[in-house]
């Protein structure tokens, strides 16, 4: 995540060293924080920063799309909990069997049929326990010839219905449900920092509107500042022309801001065309029309925010992305642990059935027998298994371990990077605040200079060159007050980034841009 935040960072704080500077002394700017919110005016919409951030998580395609891996991050977790899930179940069958003649055969046949049926629900409970409660009917009938002679009837067929209900427990792998609740635990776990990451990208496009929006601003100054550069040579190059008319100076000081205002021309044309870039970029980032109109100018932050560097270190630890995965990830490693030690467990099985049992020529009379209880039974059973070498579990419980160790490791690395990074930036905004006020007093110095020997310039008592070189100085110093103000919101942004407090700035609603509308 971070790594493509300070991407965008660098990008912007490389740009800045290319512009030209803030043209004026004494313009508002907003405290950080939005205390006065600057605007850019598209197709008559008041566009504020917070809007255009708006439209851009609204309207980017790469985040609708990945909206839809917020709802399948939690895939694993469902899919597991299915197994919760109740069952229906259906059996039947049919048997003939002819048995090999005997004595018997005379009185009880040589054949049997057999049908049966069961239906039964069964549910696995997050304790471990599985329960079944069912009700078999089985129809038995046989070719008994019966003896006449001795007025012994044929045995007629019967019905012999049963309900039953069976419970299974596992005592010691997976007892009472232990084994998977540390699996769900962790599938839970895995949903969570896979929906981490899905809001990662919302971060991401965030900083790039902050680029994109700021770009404006800057590219807007070096159009103004362009301009004032051009006025400024022609205004010496007129006084020049004057003089040269009435023979108070040298031609090649003529020549030289003949030079000065065509190359004042190209770098206004330059940062024109620049500005246009950057407004359809911005419009483009916000997937408005290609023909927007963009008209105004916002005002980069300069004001010094509230510096606390332990409450800041706190809240870091409380919101960063990247310990709180680290976090999960160490938590995760001790439920796997757990789990596979008490995998690496002996299995004993108690089984538990209670059957109510009936039977009768015709099926009423049994189901009634069936359902009075009138003939029960149940049965307790117990089954023990030991694997004698199973390497798989030895590995797997190895294995586990061995994760549990990296894992506290890369928590403590990343507990000390992300204090480094919310100390280094907060030291960053200091310095850069205090860079922007040297540079601002060195720009107004500059321009007081110049505007003092201008004057001195009409009464003659400078050269073209001294004109020239307070020029020149005004312009860095220009430049250079809007490189500082430039790097200082980058290391505001910076500062916002290294506690993830970018969203509560800016005031986004992370559930809104994530939440998949149901169609």
Not at 15 to 37: C, D, I, N, V, W
Not at 380 to 389: E, I, S
Not at 493 to 514: G, P, T, W
């Amino acid at each position: 995540m971070y790594s493509k935040l300070k991407v965008h960072m660098a990008i912007l704080a490389a740009f800045a060293l290319t512009m030209a500077a803030r043209p004026a002394m004494g313009q508002e700017t907003p405290a950080h924080g939005g205390e006065k919110s600057a605007t850019i005016t598209i197709a008559g919409q008041v566009i504020t920063l917070e809007r255009a951030i708006d439209l851009v998580l609204r309207n980017n395609l790469t985040l609708k799309s990945a909206k839809y891996n917020v709802i399948m991050s939690d895939s694993d977790f469902e899919r597991f909990n299915g197994k919760f899930a109740p069952s229906l179940n259906l059996e039947g069958g049919y048997a003939n069997q002819k048995s090999p003649p005997t004595g018997m055969s005379a009185f009880t046949g040589d054949r049997q049929y057999q049908y049966d049926a069961t239906a039964s629900i069964s549910k696995l409970f997050s304790s471990g326990t599985t329960i079944s409660a069912g009700v078999k009917e089985v129809f038995f009938d046989a070719n008994d010839p019966g003896i006449p002679a001795f007025g012994i009837d044929k045995e007629p067929a019967y019905h012999k219905p049963s309900l039953f209900v069976s419970l299974q427990q596992e005592l010691l792998r997976n007892a009472f449900g232990r084994g998977d609740r540390l699996q769900k635990e962790m599938l839970n776990s895995a949903a969570q920092m896979q929906r981490a990451a899905i809001i990662n990208e919302l971060s991401g496009l965030v900083v790039s509107t902050l680029v994109d929006y700021w770009t404006i601003t800057v590219q807007k100054s070096a159009v103004e500042n362009a301009r004032l550069e051009l006025e400024a040579a022609r205004q010496v190059r007129g006084i020049l022309a004057q003089n040269a008319r009435f023979g108070l100076g040298e031609l090649y000081d003529l020549n030289q801001y003949n030079a000065l205002v065509a190359s004042s021309e190209a770098r206004l044309e330059a940062a024109t065309q620049r500005h246009r870039e950057a407004v359809r970029k911005l419009v483009r980032t916000m997937n408005m029309p290609v023909d927007t109109k963009v008209e105004g100018v916002t005002d980069l932050v300069d004001a010094l925010p509230a510096l606390d560097e332990d409450a800041a270190v706190k809240t870091a630890f409380e919101k960063r992305v990247d310990y709180r995965n680290a976090r999960l990830m160490l938590e995760n490693a001790d439920r796997e642990l757990g789990y596979h030690k008490n995998n690496a467990l002996p299995s004993l099985v108690l089984s538990m059935g209670l059957n109510t049992l009936g039977q009768d020529e015709n099926y009423s009379p049994a189901m009634r027998d069936t359902a009075s209880a009138k003939y029960p039974s149940w049965e307790a059973r117990a089954k023990f298994t030991y694997p004698l070498d199973d390497r798989e579990i030895r590995v797997n419980l190895r294995n586990a371990e061995l994760r549990r160790r990296q894992a506290g490791i890369d928590l403590e690395k990343t507990r000390l990077e992300v204090r480094d990074d919310v100390l280094n930036s907060l030291e960053q905004v200091r310095l850069l605040h205090s860079t922007l006020g040297k540079a601002r007093t060195a720009r107004a110095e500059s321009e007081l200079y110049y505007q003092r020997l201008l004057a001195r310039f009409r009464q003659g008592k400078v050269t073209a060159v001294n004109i020239k070189l307070a020029l020149d100085t005004l312009t860095q110093a220009r430049q250079g007050e809007l490189e500082a103000l430039v790097q200082y919101n980058v290391a505001l942004l910076q500062f916002d980034l290294a506690r993830n407090e970018i969203f509560d700035r800016y005031n986004v609603d992370v559930e809104k841009y994530i939440r998949v509308d149901k169609e």
